[in-house]
T-cell receptor
Framework: KQEVTQIPAALSVPEGENLVLNCSFTDSAIYNLQWFRQDPGKGLTSLLLIQSSQREQTSGRLNASLDKSSGRSTLYIAASQPGDSATYLC???????????????FGQGTILTVHP | NAGVMQNPRHLVRRRGQEARLRCSPM?????VYWYRQLPEEGLKFMVY????????ESGMPKERFSAEFPKEGPSILRIQQVVRGDSAAYFCASSGSNQPQHFGDGTRLSIL
């Protein structure tokens, strides 16, 4: 059974700092690893998706890495801004018989606050 | 291209009533997933459906909960005889084959 853990639970940083969010998972037979952002009262916005065969993905100021052997993924945010304040979730994707990504197993999330 | 649409956004029910939550997937998506987010907890998988078929319901409570995704129309998550512990945010996601999941804004269910 896949279990996903995120550290830290909360993080507060001044604007402009580079920061790293950590995610660990127990089952290395992961199909993919996805990072999401959730704003209060809102749904989830997909940030980055890393396939099991990939090591990292980049989008703008965001970079996510995946190390299946150690069961870890990190999300790096460069030059943080107050608008980055949100809850960040990582989720491991299973394999539903190869026909789709199947269900996602989520971590508890990291609450990020970037203050001006 | 509209995203995943969930309605209602907020639903209030009294204990013992039925709750019906609707999810219209993105155009072209034939895979639907339901997740539940209890207060102070993370999102938990409930059920995964394709058109007219339940593929994985390993996260569904054994009683009172059911889900369907008919050939025509939205996917429905149905909760019978609701209890206070059913209060949560229920999220729907959809995807194409071998594609990432896209999430709706959720339905906030409150039980009085």
């Amino acid at each position: 059974k896949q279990e996903v853990t995120q550290i830290p639970a909360a993080l507060s940083v001044p604007e402009g700092e580079n920061l790293v969010l950590n995610c660990s998972f127990t089952d290395s037979a992961i199909y993919n690893l996805q990072w999401f952002r959730q704003d209060p009262g809102k749904g989830l916005t997909s940030l980055l998706l890393i396939q099991s065969s990939q090591r990292e993905q980049t989008s703008g100021r965001l970079n996510a890495s995946l190390d299946k052997s150690s069961g870890r993924s990190t999300l790096y945010i460069a030059a943080s801004q107050p608008g980055d304040s949100a809850t960040y979730l990582c989720a491991g994707g299973g394999d539903a018989g190869g026909t789709s990504y199947g269900k996602l197993t989520f971590g508890q999330g990291t609450i990020l606050t970037v203050h001006p | 291209n509209a995203g995943v649409m969930q309605n209602p956004r907020h639903l209030v029910r009294r204990r013992g009533q039925e709750a019906r939550l609707r999810c219209s997937p993105m155009k072209g998506h034939s895979h639907v997933y339901w997740y539940r987010q209890l207060p102070e907890e993370g999102l938990k998988f409930m059920v995964y459906l394709q058109k007219e078929n339940i593929i994985d319901e390993s996260g569904m409570p054994k009683e009172r909960f059911s889900a369907e995704f008919p050939k025509e129309g939205p996917s429905i998550l149905r909760i019978q005889q609701v209890v206070r512990g059913d209060s949560a945010a229920y999220f729907c996601a959809s995807s194409g084959s071998n594609q990432p999941q896209h999430f709706g804004d959720g339905t906030r269910l409150s039980i009085l």
